[in-house]
C-alpha cells in the first residue's frame, strides 16, 4: 500500500505502548474497523499515533509492520527508552495532528467502540470529555483503593473526576496545547487537562477485562501517581502538616506542663515512663511524614530545575 498519512486529520487517537505484543494484533482487529466506521458515519478523517514507550518486547517491530498496512492513518512514534504513560501521551500529543485528541489504553479495557462516543461529546463543543468505568473488570482491592484515592484527591486538590484511573479521554486542541505548554516533567494529564476546561463532561463508558498481560502499574507506581497528583496540584498536605505542628506543640507544651506541676505536686515518679516513649515514638513518626512530604514537594522542584528532555525520541514512522 502506497497511500500516504491523512494530511489534515479532524480525530487523532493516541495510544501508548508498553511491552504489548501478545495483544497488539487484537487492537488493530477492533480498532481500525471501529475507527473506519466512524469516520464514515461522522464525515471526518482520523489518524492514530502509537507511541512506543521503551518495549522490550517485539511492540515495536509489530507497531513498524502496521505502518506499513494502513499508511493512511497510522504514525508511530518510538522512544528511545521507558519515560513512562503519562511521557508517552505527552509524545502523541507533540505528533497528533487532529482538532480534537483522543487517549486510549493499548490493552482493550477500554473498547475501542466507544470512541465514537466521545467523538460525539466533542464535536458538540466539549473541550474535555472524562469517562466512567461501568461495571470495572478490576480486582476488588483496585475498586477500594481507586475510590478511596479519588476522594483525598478531590478533597486536596479540589478537581472533579469521578473515575481517574481511567485513560479513554478527550480533549480539544486548546486543552491539548494548554497542556504541552506546561513543560512539567511529572504531572497527571487528564486532572492537568481539567483546570483548563471551559466546558467539560463525563461520560459512562464499558470496561472490559485485559486482553493479554498485566497491569503496568504496581502498587508503589500508583502510590507514586497519586503522590505526583496531590503535590503537583495543591499544597494543601503542606498546609494541613503546618497546623497539626502547631497542635502537637500546644499538645506537648500543655504536657511539659502537667508533669512539672505534678512532679512538684507528687514528687519523682516513673510510672508514666511508656506513655512518655510512645508519646516521643508518634511525635517522630510525624515529623518523619513531614519531611517525607517536603522532600516530595522539594523533588519536584529539582526534577524540574534540571530542565532534561522528558522524553526522548528515536525514531517516528510514517509515510509522508
Do not use: W
Not at 516533567?185 to 486532572?191: D, E, G, L, M, W
Not at 506541676?261 to 512518655?276: D, I, K, P, Y
Request: aromatic share 10%; glycine share 6%.
Amino acid at each position: 500500500m502506497t497511500a500516504n498519512l491523512v494530511a489534515n486529520p479532524k480525530l487523532s487517537i493516541v495510544i501508548p505502548v508498553y511491552n504489548e505484543e501478545d495483544g497488539l494484533q487484537a487492537l488493530f482487529d477492533r480498532l481500525y474497523p471501529a475507527l473506519d466506521a466512524l469516520a464514515a458515519k461522522r464525515n471526518i478523517a482520523y489518524e492514530i499515533v502509537f507511541v512506543n514507550d521503551g518495549s522490550k518486547d517485539r511492540s515495536a517491530g509489530i507497531l513498524a509492520k502496521q505502518v506499513d498496512l494502513r499508511p493512511d492513518v497510522t504514525r508511530a512514534v518510538l522512544f528511545h527508552s521507558n519515560f513512562g504513560q503519562h511521557m508517552a501521551i505527552m509524545a502523541g500529543f507533540e505528533y497528533a495532528k487532529g482538532e480534537h485528541i483522543i487517549t486510549l489504553d493499548a490493552d482493550l479495557q477500554n473498547p475501542p467502540e466507544e470512541i465514537d462516543a466521545l467523538t460525539e461529546q466533542l464535536l458538540n463543543g466539549h473541550d474535555y470529555v472524562g469517562t466512567i468505568r461501568a461495571d470495572r473488570r478490576d480486582s476488588f482491592f483496585r475498586k477500594i483503593a481507586s475510590r478511596a484515592m479519588n476522594g483525598l484527591r478531590e478533597n486536596i486538590t479540589r478537581i472533579t473526576m469521578t473515575d481517574q484511573g481511567c485513560m479513554l479521554r478527550g480533549y480539544s486542541r486548546r486543552i491539548v496545547d494548554l497542556v504541552r505548554q506546561c513543560n512539567e516533567n511529572n504531572t497527571f494529564i487528564p486532572a492537568l487537562a481539567y483546570t483548563f476546561a471551559a466546558n467539560p463532561i463525563e461520560i459512562t463508558v464499558k470496561h472490559e477485562e485485559r486482553f493479554a498481560g498485566e497491569s503496568k502499574y504496581s502498587i508503589y507506581q500508583l502510590i507514586r501517581l497519586n503522590f505526583d497528583l496531590v503535590t503537583g496540584f495543591s499544597v494543601m498536605p503542606l498546609q494541613i502538616f503546618s497546623i497539626l505542628g502547631m497542635l502537637l506543640s500546644l499538645a506537648a507544651g500543655s504536657l511539659f506542663v502537667y508533669l512539672l506541676v505534678r512532679r512538684f505536686v507528687l514528687g519523682a515518679e516513673v510510672e508514666g515512663v511508656f506513655t512518655l516513649f510512645a508519646l516521643t515514638f508518634f511525635l517522630i513518626g510525624v515529623m518523619l511524614f513531614g519531611l517525607g512530604l517536603l522532600g516530595e514537594y522539594i523533588g519536584r522542584i529539582y526534577q524540574q530545575i534540571r530542565n532534561r528532555p522528558r522524553y526522548v525520541v528515536q525514531t517516528v514512522l510514517e509515510k509522508k
